[in-house]
């Protein structure tokens, strides 16, 4: 170890149940950057992703450019990315013209968004949710035979900065609609992080009453500390795979207060420690978090690579004994 730090031996026996780790930072964590990264870091950065072992990337977004400028060369980050073997790249549309540029553009996965609350899906996507619904159902009827995965996500699923707490039967209802339009793949996201892990263990027991646990994603935001402990709850219930953000970057434009995501090294982290795998390679994630100051230009949140790891171990004062 560098800095003169040792490894002390950690880790514990824990459930064995692999925690699967889904990396958004090059789609959720840069949308919200105010400084364009250039699309060689971007590719640079995706790259560096895959070779850590994510089965799971969110690379970027088909948005209009005028809405999010930060991902205006989607298609282009798309082109250069090395794809990994067992990897999935995806991408977000927010309606028929962008799941169409995505699908061109050879995303493996299209994510669909829609909020529980009608007031934040105006706000993001500037439709009735009975508009997206439409939306969906014809970019399902675009993707069908092409091979591409789908995967929707109710935005706003444990609250909503402008209307307050979403009732589980308006999100439960939602995924039922969206299995019934033959979408698999099904993400509950707390978008201002306003869950707390009572009502996130009853949430997810509940969902997967309707999505197998392989299909169904928990996306946590940090907003008010609870990140790491709603994985826990989601994970107890049943929940298994989880997306997260290098350093923690991230926040939803149009979410007043949002901050980041959970930070993926710190979740890594904190799986290993309590010998959950997750597949990952912690160090190189370490490495990679302590670059993102000078890609993005500002320090970042997460905890891990600013601490180091718990068994990074420091050397003991002069004059005192080992």
């Known amino acids: 170890m560098s800095g003169g730090l040792r490894r002390s031996g950690t880790g514990s026996p824990g459930d064995e149940t ?30 560096a992703l895959s070779a850590a072992g994510f089965s799971r ?63 934040h899906n105006r706000a993001n996507m500037g439709l009735t949710r009975e508009a997206s619904l439409d939306a969906f159902a014809r970019i399902v009827a675009a993707a069908r035979g092409t091979g591409v995965r789908l995967n929707a996500t109710v935005a706003t699923a444990f609250g909503c900065p402008f209307e307050g707490g979403q009732p589980a039967e308006r999100v439960l ?34 969902a997967l009453r309707l999505v197998p646990a392989e299909a169904l994603t928990l996306h946590f935001h940090n907003t008010r500390g609870l990140g790491l402990a709603n994985v826990l709850a989601a994970r107890a219930a049943g929940a298994r795979r989880f997306d997260a953000a290098l350093g923690g970057l991230g926040g939803c434009p149009f ?8 930070c993926t090294e710190d979740l890594v982290s904190m799986a290993h420690e309590m010998g959950i795998p997750t597949g990952l390679d912690l160090d190189g994630l370490i490495a990679l978090s302590r ?17 180091g790891r718990p068994g990074d171990l420091h050397p003991p004062p002069p004059g005192i004994a080992a």
């Open 173 to 206: 209802d939602i995924v039922a609609r969206y299995r019934a339009l033959g979408i698999d793949g099904i993400t509950l996201a707390d978008t201002t992080g306003m869950a707390n892990p009572r009502q996130v263990g009853d949430r997810v027991a509940r």
């Open 57 to 119: 990337i969110e690379a970027t977004s088909f948005v209009s450019p005028k809405a999010v400028p930060a991902l205006r060369d989607a298609a282009e980050v798309l082109a250069r990315i090395t794809r990994r073997p067992g990897t999935l790249y995806v991408a977000l549309v927010p309606n028929l013209k962008g799941a169409e540029r995505a699908l061109a553009a050879c995303a493996d996965e299209l994510n669909l968004v829609m909020s529980a609350s009608e007031t």
């Open 255 to 262: 979410a007043p207060g949002a901050t980041g995501n959970i």
């Open 291 to 307: 670059g993102l100051p000078a890609l993005v230009g500002h320090p970042v949140p997460g905890q891990v690579a600013q601490a």
């Open 18 to 47: 692999p925690l699967i780790v889904q990396e958004v930072a090059p789609r959720d964590g840069l949308q919200i950057e105010p400084a364009f990264v250039e699309t060689a870091d971007k590719v640079a950065l995706i790259d």
